[in-house]
């Protein structure tokens, strides 16, 4: 059974007091989970090891960001995967949009980054989706197809399985957009597909697919409910507790 995912991404957001806030208020509320469920918390690197001590809960998690491409070295301002080992850490999240668009990340340097992960047995939360002239030009299913082909296909059906796959149309972050249900359960049926191409079906029907683009409490029971969205990646409503708790609440 695929496991169902909130993931809150706080990006480059709150000050260490506010951060510890949030995360009380929302580990305060005592959400039950069931066993297929489970939420995931990507704070800034300095609030790591706080985040980390604060969530004992077997359901609750704590990720990192993004991380670099080499085990260790003269990388001034770059978080190892080692360091979040030695942190416990569980998760991280790689290719996000921004990092793609703004540090001009590449499909092969991601598959560097997701080959020290795994090797590291941290879970990456990969991030693929297109920009709004490929949506409007109505290729968005050969970009995305590209994504995955370029950063995953090289991994073995055993190890691509241990990748959770965050779709995100890079349109509809914080832009107040956001793709119809429809829309985010088509372009999942799609990357199923793909998979389903390379690996099989049962190996495609192992792997989680989130959702991110503008999710928040008014919108997301009803685009989790689709069949092929196992969660979402949330970004400006997962900095309100309440609005995140919901969100937590709303997965299937």
């Not at 001009?104 to 991601?110: K, M, T, W």
Request: hydrophobic letters at 40%; charged letters at 20%; proline letters at 2%.
């Amino acid at each position: 059974m695929r496991k169902q995912i909130a993931a809150a991404n706080w990006k480059m957001n709150l000050t260490v007091d506010k951060a510890e806030t949030l995360l009380n208020d929302i580990l305060s509320a005592n959400v039950t989970l069931h066993e297929d469920q489970l939420a995931v918390f990507a704070v800034p690197s300095p609030y790591l090891q706080m985040a980390q001590q604060k969530t004992t809960a077997e359901d609750y998690f704590i990720a990192a960001q993004n991380c670099y491409s080499k085990k260790s070295g003269a990388f001034t301002g770059e978080v190892s995967v080692e360091m979040l080992q030695s942190l416990n850490i569980k998760y991280v999240v790689l290719g996000h949009s921004e990092r793609r668009e703004i540090f001009l990340e590449s499909n092969a340097f991601l598959a560097e980054k997701l080959n020290l992960v795994l090797e590291y047995n941290i879970t990456p939360i990969f991030c693929c989706g297109e920009p709004l002239s490929i949506r409007e030009a109505q290729t968005q299913n050969d970009y995305v197809a590209k994504q995955l082909e370029e950063s995953l296909f090289h991994f073995s059906a055993d190890d691509v399985q241990k990748i959770v796959i965050a779709y995100e149309p890079i349109w509809a972050i914080g832009t107040g957009k956001t793709a119809t249900s429809e829309q985010a359960q088509e372009m999942h049926a799609y990357l199923r597909k793909v998979l389903t191409g390379k690996y099989g079906r049962d190996v495609a029907e192992n792997i989680s697919i989130l959702y991110g683009g503008s999710v928040k409490a008014s919108n997301a029971k009803e685009i989790f409910s689709q069949q092929d969205v196992d969660g979402g990646l949330v970004g400006g409503a997962s900095l309100i507790a309440d609005e995140f708790i919901t969100i937590i609440k709303s997965l299937k």
